[in-house]
Nanobody, 123 residues
């Protein structure tokens, strides 16, 4: 069983930066690809960014390219999402996800989920 715990969310003004962290309770973190999803009120959960087992491959949804960076530290069992130039449209609950496949490409690819952390961006 994989447990994921997110942290780092908060209330910020537009243009600010935040870094989200997700720590995985798992024996071999590098066996899992990781991803960040988000869900805004009234909207479906969407894939924001994903990273492969050892970080060789990444994916970003178009709306965050150039602003968000996903990375992982396998020694710390942690995946990060560095978010810059935040805007109101980034407001959502952000979820960490994990799976044994090479790269998560959607909700159906994700076997394990964290509880989420709220990110609120004010104008």
């Amino acid at each position: 069983q994989v447990q994921l715990v997110e942290s780092g969310g908060g209330l910020v003004q537009a243009g600010a930066s935040l870094r989200l962290s997700c720590v995985a309770s798992v024996r071999t973190f590098s066996d899992y690809s990781m991803a960040w999803f988000r869900q805004a009120p009234g909207k479906e959960r969407e894939l924001v960014a994903a990273i492969s087992w050892i970080g060789g491959s990444t994916y970003y949804t178009d709306s965050v390219k150039g602003r968000f960076t996903i990375s992982r530290d396998n020694a710390k069992n942690t995946v990060y999402l560095q978010m810059k130039s935040l805007n109101v449209e980034d407001t959502a609950v952000y979820y960490c996800a994990a799976d044994r496949r090479a790269l998560i490409r959607g909700r159906m690819d994700s076997s394990y989920w964290g509880q989420g952390t709220q990110v609120t961006v004010s104008s």
